[in-house]
Structure formats: C-alpha cells, structure tokens
C-alpha cells in the first residue's frame, strides 16, 4: 500500500468534532503491529472534570506528536512514565490554558506547556512528574510550546550543544533533517555555531526545504546511494554526525570518520517498525578515529529549561532560527498526525491545533 493510500485510511477520524460541553480523549484500542493504523485508535466523550483543592483544569490548544508515542501505544516506551495499554489515553505533551485553579501556584488565564494527553481536558496537581512549564508572553505564538519551544526544541538543544560540542567549521551531516528536531539543528549548528551542514531528507521538495534551512548540501534517501552522496559531498569525512534514523545510515556515517569526530545518537525512526533490531557491525571505526558516540535522553536535560527556551526564542527573534511546524486542524487528526511521522508526511515539528491560539493569556 502507498503512503497516500495507508495515510487517506486516517480521514475518517478527522471528521470527530469536539465542543466545550464534554472532554474528548483518543484512547489505545490495540497495541500497534508495524505501523500505527486507524484501528488502534478509540474516540472517547466523557464529562469535564472538575478541580479539587491544590488542582487546576487545563484546556487543550495545541498537541505535538512524536515518534516516541507509537511506543507509548505498545507500551514499551522506556521514558520513566507509567506504562499504557488498551482503554489508556494516549501520552502527548501539548499547549493548554489553565481556565480553573484551585492551586495557590497557577492562576486561571495562564498558558503552560507540559503532559496534557490525548484529551481536549485535563485536571492535574501540576507535579514535577507531569514537567508543565509556564509559557512566557514574549511575542510569539503558543502554538511553538507544541514543538520549537517546547520537547523538541530541548531536544535539538541538548542533543547538538550538551552532546555534539559542535564547532565552528566542522564538517556535519544529520540524517532526518526536515523532521522536528532536524530542522531545528540544521539551523543551530550553521547560523548559530557556523558548521557546514550535510542534510538527508526523503524527496526533492524535502531536500529543498532543508537547503533553504541550514543545509550547504542534501541527499535524497530515497533516490541517491547515501555512501556515494557521502563520498561526494564529504570527500574529507566527517567532524559531527547528528543521527535521527540509525540503521544503514548511521553504518555509513561510522564508515566516513574525522580524527576525533562525534557522534549524536537522537532516534532511530528506522528501525522503530523492524522486527529485529538492526545490528551496527562497524561500531570499532570509533576506535581507529579516537572518536566519540554519545546517545542522550531528552527529559535528563529537563534542568537546563529556562536557558535553553531562552536562547530558542532568542534566535527566533534575531532570525537565525526558523520555526516550522506542521499543523494538522482538528482534534480528529491526532491519529493521522501521527502516523505522518511514520510514512514521512510532515516538515518540521508535526503538531495538532485542537482550538488554536488562546483568546487572552496572562
């Protein structure tokens, strides 16, 4: 089956509207086999919730979606969060509106970023474990909390600065570079640091959005041979690796080494629906190169908020950074948002606008 045709079976979910008169969530149905299909999807309708003391009731605006919560469905995500099954709703982190407080911490009118669900609804004690976050008034949309000022532009921080040391020159190539985190290191490390960015995205439109992005360069996975592209385009090998897809992509990185070059492990998209995990055999070419392969998990980054949004929505406003985001309309389109990941639908960070931009935010 085509990526159209698999991804068309996911428009009859958008045609579920919501209101105010009751809390929609999407629930697992099924545990994925493979790819995400509609069938693992339940639409449910239940009451709002109403606070208790010490609670808030925060209203949904926007979602973001993540590869990750094709895991969450499986229950096999290896994130510290309670593990799901059939009847669960689904984990997400978006943008909401506190439109009740029963808190002495957060008052009715605030917008914060953090673990709402897959719900239109939600009432929450505001803990650490649900990381919310107040979203500040500097000018820009609260749609960027689903996405570029939110856990994917942590991501993208942590994973290029906090792993990557990058440096002014370096020779770099990142695979997945139209995805969220992608398109946002792109333009890290060539406006902010001024590294030559190599960039691997699937299609000819693909590619010239990544150039239009941070990329000097691009490879098109899907019709070029990545080894002979990489030959090509980094004859002198490579300083930084930023790897969102693992597999044979990263193998090829391994194979093309600088002298103390490093490596960013981020995601693994490729392999994410393989029924055996690939099994990297050149790993020892870290060794002959005195290199260095560094995974990361975002939330062990979690204390270094603050600075990082900061620095994100400064180089917004100065231009150097480009926020894409993808939007699908509608609470409905939640499950075809996420399997936009999975076929490579989307550009940048794949969002759901659930009612927009708040009216009035304090």
Wanted: net charge negative; proline share 4%; glycine share 12%.
């Amino acid at each position: 089956m085509s990526a159209n045709a698999a991804l068309s079976a996911f428009d009859a979910h958008a045609s579920h509207a919501i209101d105010d008169d009751a809390n929609y969530q999407w629930r697992i149905a099924r545990r994925p086999e493979g790819n995400v299909r509609p069938d693992d999807f339940e639409w449910h309708a239940e009451a709002i919730p109403e606070p208790g003391e010490g609670e808030v009731l925060l209203r949904t605006h926007y979602l973001g979606l993540a590869p990750v919560m094709r895991f969450y469905m499986q229950g096999t995500a290896n994130t510290g969060d309670a593990q799901l099954g059939p009847g669960d709703v689904i984990h997400g982190r978006g943008v909401a509106q506190v439109v009740k407080s029963r808190h002495p911490d957060w008052r009715e009118g605030q917008i914060v970023q953090g673990q709402m669900g897959w719900q239109t609804y939600k009432v929450s004690r505001m803990t650490p474990q649900e990381k919310f976050f107040p979203m500040p008034k500097n000018g820009l949309p609260a749609a960027l909390g689903a996405g570029v000022l939110g856990m994917t532009g942590l991501s993208a921080h942590a994973g290029l600065f906090a792993c990557g040391s990058p440096r002014e020159g370096d020779r770099m190539v990142l695979s997945g570079a139209a995805g969220g985190v992608g398109s946002m290191v792109s333009q890290m490390a060539a406006n902010v640091v001024g590294c030559d960015v190599v960039g691997m995205a699937g299609g000819s439109e693909k590619c010239a959005f990544i150039r239009a992005h941070g990329c000097s360069a691009s490879i098109d996975y899907k019709a070029d041979d990545i080894g002979s592209k990489l030959d090509e385009l980094r004859s002198d090998g490579i300083d930084l690796y930023f790897d969102n897809v693992g597999g044979e992509t990263l193998e090829a990185c391994l194979e093309r080494l600088r002298m103390n070059a490093r490596i960013v492990l981020c995601g693994s998209i490729s392999e994410y629906t393989r029924d055996e995990p690939f099994k990297l055999s050149n790993y020892t070419r870290l060794r002959a190169t005195d290199s260095v392969m560094r995974g990361f998990f975002v939330y062990n980054h979690l204390g270094r908020w603050d600075e990082v949004m900061d620095d994100i929505a400064g180089w917004i406003s100065d231009g150097r950074l480009k926020p894409v985001q993808d939007i699908e309309e509608g609470f409905g389109a939640m499950p075809r948002a996420l399997a936009n990941l999975y076929y490579g639908a989307n550009v940048g960070v794949q969002c759901c606008s659930v009612r927009g931009e708040p009216e009035e935010w304090l």
